[in-house]
């Protein structure tokens, strides 16, 4: 197993979630978490199902509102901002399930990806120039698509698709990139491209991940926290985590 | 022949040229001014039914109350033609002589506030555009910032052209209640019923129509008309590429409502009314199974399907009238089931493909491939692209 004890600079942190609850007709779904995310960490999240992951990550990128917290980015505060907001601050999100748009070519995914000409007027006459084109491409190769750039999106397979999606996220070059499990589905071998991939485009950014594959999370993880029942469990490196009688008996054990 | 298919199958505009060759050349030759007269009203509907293609093909935005912004363009143009119409000397048997009949005969003794400004025709041209334009907006805003959509928005215009009707029908004195506007005569002193003036309007309407189309081809080839694409497809995805979904959605659905106010301003000036029967819920739908015929994604298509199901209900119900609107009905559900894009859709996956092959035959191999799907930095005919992948997923 690979040893993932970076030692954690005194910097700011990129993102500080504090007593962060939020409550559907009374549940609970996370309760009181706080959460730090320092620069150019690689944060797993893990947990058994119903943990409140992927809730975090929604309330988070802003697809569902807090009940009670706060949601620090850079010093900015999140619970108040629409979803695209949220985007223009420097937060990247992917789905669980990939989210793309089947109906256009790989280029165009990307193409509308890139961030400029959000508003309606930038996009009437947002024209395709080289400098769009250049990034498409180099993003195309950087997720394994770049001789796929005029395949239409539906065409392409699973593993395929949830690159694309990382791709799309990438072309926003953000600073914060939410994953929810990019290698659910894929074969061994795209799973060893994707960890090699997130390896690579988490050099200048910090990534927040969800994941159940182990071994995968092993390979990735600067840190890992542990969710149960909406809260934090154990937070730390994974041989800390792994050892930790409480996260061994909701959830490594079985 | 080869030739021609060859010209048809290659040429990103002949299908425009072929529309224009139609509308401009071969009709007005073809016929006497009254049916083309005839075929210049349906063309008005071709406004509402392209709008529809902007906002329900590409936006996935279903209005049915479509009606109301044809009929808001058509007021607007109606009442500066009555007030002309309504001079002191025309009126002069009046109790209150300078405005309207119908308000006289409402006992209104003045003119209300807002019919002044339609003295002024400039005015009128801008009203005819933003009046429908800002009542499209706030209703655009109203329910695409609260996210609302699918069938309840349908629902919600639907409901807000019943309002409008019975409010116009309702305000007798101010509107002219279930008769509408009538007896419009002249425009600057230009008498607009003459088989002269009518050519004119006929022309004027069909150059109009065309900048719409171009207007419609703009918006659907930039990067908004893909984004339309993406949108109906996951809306959320867009949300999280960080675009403000509901602003392009107010844009495209002010843009249809603009264009259908265009259609309803030209239907007054060419029919020489306006009645609240073109408001309603019935003329709405039935501009959406004009539209859905013709194909919703192709404007064109949209153009074409209009003139059809007019020419079916104008001939059809002059032997069988009570029987058209089950044939309409019918063909409507007939075409949904088992051509969701319409004719467009049929022709492009009949008719184009054998075209191509008529065109290859006598060709040298260096052609290029119909399925133009390979040059995506050249994407200029994206309408029809965006329709074939459509067609894909259907099929």
Request: aromatic share 10%; hydrophobic share 45%.
């Amino acid at each position: 197993m690979l040893e993932s004890t970076k030692s954690i600079p005194a910097k700011d942190f990129v993102l500080s979630v504090e007593g962060l609850t939020v409550s559907f007709d009374g549940f609970k779904a996370v309760n009181d978490l706080s959460l730090y995310v320092e620069e150019q960490e690689i944060r797993v999240i893990i947990g058994p199902n119903g943990a409140g992951k992927t809730t975090v990550l929604d309330l988070i990128c802003g697809r569902t509102k807090a009940t009670e917290g706060s949601i620090k980015f850079k010093g900015k505060e999140l619970t108040k901002l629409n979803e695209h907001q949220i985007v223009h601050a420097g937060v990247g999100r992917k789905f669980q399930n990939p989210s793309i748009y089947e109906d256009l070519t790989v280029f165009e995914n990307l193409e509308l990806s890139f961030p400029r000409g959000r508003n309606v007027w930038g996009a009437l006459f947002f024209r395709r120039d080289k400098e769009v084109v250049d990034k498409v491409k180099e993003i195309a190769d950087m997720i394994f698509l770049g001789d796929k750039l005029d395949t239409s999106a539906d065409l392409l397979s699973h593993g395929q698709k949830q690159w694309l999606e990382i791709g799309m996220l990438l072309i926003q070059d953000p600073e914060l990139l939410m994953l929810d499990e990019p290698v659910a589905g894929m074969s061994v071998s795209e799973r060893k491209q994707t960890a090699d991939l997130l390896h690579r485009i988490t050099k200048d950014r910090s990534v927040l991940v969800i994941e159940h594959d182990m071994q995968f999370v092993a390979d990735i993880a600067d840190r890992v926290t542990v969710l149960h029942q909406g809260k934090v469990l154990s937070e730390g490196s994974m041989d800390r985590v792994q050892s930790d009688p409480k996260v061994v008996e909701v959830y490594l054990g079985h | 022949m080869n030739k021609f298919a060859d010209f048809i199958a290659r040429n990103q505009y002949s299908h425009m040229i072929i529309l224009a060759v139609l509308l401009l050349v071969i009709l007005p030759l073809s016929m006497d001014i009254f049916r083309l007269n005839l075929v210049g009203k349906y063309l008005t509907y071709a406004f509402v039914a392209l709008g529809l293609v902007l906002c329900w093909g590409y936006g996935g935005i279903l209005s049915l109350g479509q009606g109301v912004f044809f009929g808001l363009g058509g007021y607007c143009m109606a009442m500066f033609l009555k007030l002309e119409a309504s001079s002191p000397e025309n009126t002069a048997i009046q109790s209150t002589p300078g405005i309207p009949d119908f308000m006289d005969w409402n006992q209104l003794t003045e003119l209300p506030w807002f019919w002044e400004p339609f003295h002024s025709f400039g005015f009128t041209l801008f009203a005819v555009i933003a009046v429908p334009a800002v009542f499209a907006f706030i209703i655009a805003v109203a329910m695409f910032k609260r996210r609302v959509g699918g069938v309840y928005f349908a629902i919600i215009t639907q409901a807000v052209a019943a309002i409008l009707t019975i409010l116009i029908i309702g305000q007798q004195g101010y509107t002219g209640g279930v008769n509408g506007i009538t007896d419009l005569r002249t425009l600057h002193g230009w008498d607009i019923r003459t088989d002269e003036a009518k050519y004119i309007l006929y022309y004027i309407n069909a150059l109009l129509l065309f900048i719409c189309l171009f207007v419609a081809a703009f918006v659907i080839k930039s990067k908004l008309g893909r984004l339309l694409v993406a949108m109906r497809e996951s809306e959320e995805r867009v949300r999280f590429s960080g675009y403000d979904v509901s602003g392009f959605k107010i844009f495209i659905f002010c843009l249809a409502a603009a264009i259908s106010a265009i259609g309803g301003a030209m239907f007054t000036l060419q029919v020489g009314f306006m009645s609240p029967t073109f408001v309603g819920i019935v003329p709405s739908i039935e501009m959406v199974i004009f539209c859905a015929l013709g194909g919703r994604l192709s404007i064109l298509g949209a153009v074409y399907g209009t003139l059809l199901v007019n020419w079916a209900k104008t001939s059809f119900s002059e032997s069988f009238p009570e029987l058209w609107l089950f044939a309409m009905g019918a063909l409507f559900i007939g075409v949904v089931m088992a051509f969701p894009n319409g004719l467009a859709g049929i022709y492009q996956r009949y008719i184009e493909p054998l075209l191509l092959k008529l065109s290859k035959k006598d060709d040298s191999p260096s052609a290029p491939t119909p399925a133009a799907k390979d040059a995506s930095s050249d994407k200029a005919d994206n309408n029809e692209e965006t329709l074939t992948s459509e067609e894909r997923k259907h099929a």
